[in-house]
């Protein structure tokens, strides 16, 4: 079994949608919790950390769910520039910085 | 931009050769990790170094090793390259190791193994 586990997709939106993505671990022990984004064959981006409490940046909410180890990402109102792949990441305990990237979901926002 | 330099972008080697992969670090950051990314694929964790030293590796053969150097730049070396060895090869870098510093990736290098 994978250590994170993502639907690879691709989901394909339209503009103005709202489409989630879901992501689980399986760690328990794992303390830190991320959303990057990565363009087409560029390097990743931190897109937001995940909190327990959730947590919104804009059109982009986080949750986190440690009893069922799993991760969302949901994002409104959809624009073409959020095409991408969405990777979940998790960092272990004791692993320092040392993340653990989930296969990553592809998103396709359409006209 | 990151601030993190890594050459050459682009790299074609046959099998069985070796590689050395280079990784310049953003300026004031100490710790350097390197990840791999095949085609379709999340970034697998290789190594990470702190101050010069290996503080941690992920799941990859004695083939691949690296070095970091005073000024906090890094190598990824890559011995008897299999075909498999094909991706992008992703360096990071950190203020630290702690487990709330954020990393700072750069381009990679995308290396073909034919």
């Known amino acids: 079994r994978k250590e994170v586990e993502q639907d690879p997709g691709p989901f394909n939106v339209p503009e103005g949608a709202t489409v989630a993505f879901n992501c689980t671990y399986s760690?328990?022990?794992?303390?830190?919790f991320f959303w990057y984004r990565q363009d087409c064959r560029k390097e990743p981006k931190l897109l937001m950390s995940?909190?327990?409490s959730g947590n919104e940046d804009g059109r982009f909410t986080a949750q986190l769910n440690r009893a069922s180890q799993y991760i969302s990402l949901l994002i409104r109102d959809s624009k073409l520039s959020d095409s991408a792949t969405y990777l979940c990441?998790?960092?272990?305990?004791?692993?320092?910085?040392?993340?653990?990237f989930g296969g990553g979901t592809r998103l396709m926002v359409k006209p | 931009e990151t601030g993190v330099t890594q050459s050459p972008t682009h790299l074609i080697k046959t099998r069985g050769q070796q590689v050395t992969l280079r990784c310049s670090s953003q300026?004031?950051?100490?710790?350097v990790s390197w990840y791999q990314q095949a085609l379709g694929q999340g970034p697998q964790f290789i190594f990470q170094y702190y101050r010069e030293e290996e503080n941690g590796r992920g799941n990859f053969p004695p083939r691949f090793s690296g070095l970091q150097f005073p000024n906090y730049s890094s190598e990824l070396n890559v011995n008897a390259l299999e075909l498999d060895d094909s991706a992008l090869y992703l360096c990071?870098?950190?203020?630290?190791?702690?487990?709330?510093?954020?990393?700072?990736f750069g381009s990679g290098t995308q290396l073909s193994v034919l």
């Open positions: 300026s004031g950051h100490n710790t």
């Open positions: 995940v909190y327990s």
């Open positions: 990071a870098s950190s203020p630290g190791q702690a487990t709330n510093e954020k990393l700072f």
């Open positions: 990441v998790v960092n272990p305990l004791n692993a320092g910085n040392m993340l653990t």
């Open positions: 760690n328990s022990a794992s303390q830190s």
